[in-house]
């Protein structure tokens, strides 16, 4: 019986950690003209902390691709009135992007499928 149960218990921690809630944190440094992005998740023994920005001129977007994600938290820190354009792509559907607010907001985006691309633009870009 012991046996079952711990395999029992290993199953379903692999489960856990696979579908787990991932973060992402932007705001922008308006004085040197970069954005920057930080992307972490909720699994406490995983030292997955990143730390990424875009330069004033560089006009790509951030980018994360995710597999096997459940919950996709984006909070947005800028400054009152500015927008960043957010794309998400689940799979192979086509990407869907939208104008969103960027003063201190916080957006859930939702994997459906087992691949999940976000894309967060610099502030203010239309």
């Known amino acids: 019986m012991k046996k079952i149960t711990l395999s029992v218990a290993v199953l379903l921690g692999s489960i856990a950690t696979k579908a787990q809630t991932e973060y992402i944190d932007i705001s ?7 954005s920057e992005m930080v992307i972490y998740n909720d699994v406490l023994n995983y030292e ?13 977007y951030h980018w994360v691709k995710y597999t096997g994600a459940k919950d996709i938290i984006v909070s947005l820190n800028d400054d009152l009135g500015d927008t960043r354009e957010i794309c998400t792509q689940q799979g192979q559907d086509k990407a869907e992007c939208k104008q969103y607010d960027a003063f ?14 976000i894309w967060i633009s610099k502030p203010n870009v239309k």
Do not use: H
């Open 28 to 34: 922008s440094k308006k004085l040197f003209g970069r």
């Open 48 to 60: 997955d902390l990143e730390y990424l920005y875009i330069g004033k001129f560089n006009s790509n």
């Open 104 to 117: 201190a907001t916080q957006y859930k985006f939702k994997a459906k499928q087992n691949e999940f691309q």
